[in-house]
């Protein structure tokens, strides 16, 4: 590190002093940035992530070449909201500040969709699209539009967003003619005006549409996307709509609907002109949301990847593809409308068939393709059909409505531990529906869409979409993907006796993708570097490995430094306490189930041991393996304790936060959880709000899921099947313990105890997982009999 840059980044950072490990964390970031490299980074609360990182990503923005922006992604809306604040806090230190802004989709942000007034059944996103390529239609230079009035574009606005070489192709004097002519009177008290954000926009509630003396036919457009036009895709917000520099929603948002512009363009245009922007993983993993981004991104950015444990999991989600029952059907009808319509006449076809032309596709070719979307819905019916009958008692006898479970369901296409070519591709090929089929099946349907567009159908296609997933179903290997057909319950009015399941489930094709680090490797790979942190990474050899980052440093072609730093709790050692509780383990063998009634020797012991720690001073958070075991144990405690015990359930977002809130209000109490809910990570329990946290068996994902045993065998060809399980689920399960052990200690000041109860926690026992923890932590876990609860809990409490 040279002595410039250490001095240089003090400048950034946005308090007095650093905290112990700070600084290093700050200087590891420069340096392995400036080698164009990643670091991986573990490091407790308490070792200032957040702040290091941003200092480190202005310096590197200012005070280089190599850098012209920094993208910060988090899956976490608290943690978002803590970069805004810490980039907020720099920018006071700052003359000039660093320009930032933070992310909102666009169904937060359209004030018609906000306000729920576009028609029913349409959605926000689908809308949009609509009313904006009619705008752009609308204000193209050679639209129709008469404008018979001068409109002149205001001066002194910021930066417009226009492509850099985009060639200006629209007419700002017929945008404003759009805007003006949408503008409602503000003296008409017939016509409501649109309110949101706490704003009154210039536009009425509704959609305007053009007049006859405008268009020959009335056209629907958007009002706010034509300011946008009319300000040369630039926009009249600011970064100056935050003191700090740092824009998010709350700010550009009323801005942009009192002065009339679409927020979701005002936000691009701040995007692009940002110094930082702040998003969650879709912005850099997933396809669609990273279109929003793209501009901004390249060789020159930063990257910051927050709670990068998650980042294997989510990333994994976003890369599987489904393809749902009611798309293949749309698609179909795609096709069938366009051979409808040749068939009406000679003329049609003619017409028709030198369309499809263009693109090589002969007419025969489209037929081929409407009756494979055909049969593929025939087949799907009846092989959901077959499996309920198969998984469901009294399915299909008119009984149907009794024993329908409400839950999900997966059908597994293939052995998941076998990478075979799955049922579908089989019944594929039998039909003669093979890879020449499959693959042509996204080019027959552009030329599909070319032509309806030709005839001027305004259909909203999927069949080049839904095409192309087929396409990939044919060409995508068996190991990386895994094929089933997914069952999502979802009651419906229907009452369709032949077909029952549709009253009840959503089908869908799934190519459900088990390995995601070639995509995180070639993802990291397009920037010029960064950071991946989180307070539970280790073991970060297994974290580079699984994440593609070991691949992006040994690339043939151009390798990249990866290095990797952990860092120890730094708040006192005698503040806490950690014990592993040393009882035989918690497998469901030796359990049973989790029944009131069950009081076989493994349950009786653990409800011992859940006692003793209940009971312990201040309030206690006990995580059991899923939500069946824990409301299991709340049960039981609440026979054995005087001491309230809350009992956290899966439920929406508002009951998780009232029950954390009447947990840390009022007497000590006892909050029951699962290890894997949303109450063990994400969320700080400050100062006094927690006393101690146990964590109780290993909680491993549904090890009887197909794609989780797909998962695993693909683990197992990529990095040896000795560590498949390990690295596919057991880490991931400590990690989970760890964020939950986490809650307890979020100050200097803060004391309390982390224990973690079974067998395999302990050192050298059957299957242990202990050596999965990091040095630091292995070294303060103290083993004991639950016995020894009581006066342990008892001298600890004492010293204090
Ligand atoms: S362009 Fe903007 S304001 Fe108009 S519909 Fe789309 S998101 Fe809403």
Redesign the pocket.
Known sequence: MSESSLEGWLEYFGFSDPYTNQDDVIESIIKTAEDRGYLAMEGPCGTGKTMASLTAASYLIRETDQFNNAVVVTPVKQQRQQFVEDLRTINTGLEEPLDGVALVG?RD?????REDVFPAGSS?QD??ED??EN?AELVAEDSELETERQFVTEEGQAPPSQTPGEEKWWDTAKARNLVETARRDPIDEDTEPLHTAGQTSPFPRS?PATTPEMTQSRQLY?P??AE?YAHDKGSPVTFSADENHVVTAEEFLPESVNTGI????AMMVLLENADIVIGNYNHLFDAASRKIVDPILDENTLVIIDEAHRMEERVRDLLTDTIGYSTVKRAERDLGVLLERSRQADKNEQAIERWLAQHDVPLEAVETAKQFYSDVMEWLEERVDAELRDEVDGYGTGLTWNSIPERDFEVQLREPKKPETDEFTRWAEQNDYAGDTLRTLSKVGLAVEDALEQIGNERDCVCTAIGALFGQWWERDHTNYFREIELEYSEKDLQDIEKPWQNYYNASLVMYNCMPSQKIKDILGEFGGGVLMSATLEPLSIFEEVTGLERLATDDEEPRIVSSQTYDLTFPEENRASWIVDVEAFKKRNRGNPSIDNRNKTRERYAYVAREIAISQGNILLAWPNYSEAEWAANRLREDIDKPVLLDQSSSHEETRELKREFVHGEPKVLVTSTRGTLTEGVDYEGDELHTCAVFGIPLVNIGSPRVQAVEHAYGHQFGEENAFTYALTIPAVRQVRQALGRVIRGPEERGVRIVVGERFVPRALHSVYDYFPKNEREELIQMKPDFLESQFKQFWEES
């Not at 942000?109 to 969709?113: D, E, I, V």
Request: overall charge positive.
């Open positions: 666009k942000l359209c004030p018609y969709g926000v809308r949009c009313l904006r705008t959609q958007c706010f996307e946008w679409c927020p979701h363009r």
